[in-house]
């Protein structure tokens, strides 16, 4: 059963910086890549970047420059570095394990992140 808990979002301004946690169950990080997603409000949830368990990363054209994933295989951790942040940026943020693109586990609560301009 996949575990799922995301940290670390909150309210900022434009131009600063977040970092956002997700602790994954070992069941599942050791075996799949990971990713991030966002949601805002109205809109579907899209995939934000992508992290290979031999840590190749990938990510939406709308946060490249910007965002970092990483993970640390050891913690079980994901994590987003969110710099330049921008009101767009605005939305729920979620991990999941994937395979490819495709979101695999049941999703978590999410933690919300407020960029205000």
């Known amino acids: 059963q996949v575990h799922l808990v995301e940290s670390g979002g909150g309210l ?3 131009g600063g910086s977040l970092r956002l946690s997700c602790a994954a169950s070992r069941s599942i990080f050791s075996i799949y890549d990971m990713g991030w997603y966002r949601q805002a409000p109205g809109k ?11 840590g190749s990363t990938n990510y939406a054209d709308s946060v490249k420059g910007r965002f970092t994933i990483s993970r640390d295989n050891a913690k ?18 979620y ?21 205000s301009s």
């Open 44 to 54: 579907q949830r899209d995939l934000v970047a992508t992290i290979t368990r031999s």
């Open 76 to 93: 079980n951790m994901v994590y987003l570095q969110m710099n330049s942040l921008k009101s767009e940026d605005t939305a729920v943020y």
């Open 12 to 14: 900022v301004q434009a």
């Open 95 to 115: 991990c999941n394990a994937v395979v490819t693109t495709t979101p695999i586990g049941q999703w978590g609560q999410g933690t919300q992140v407020t960029v």
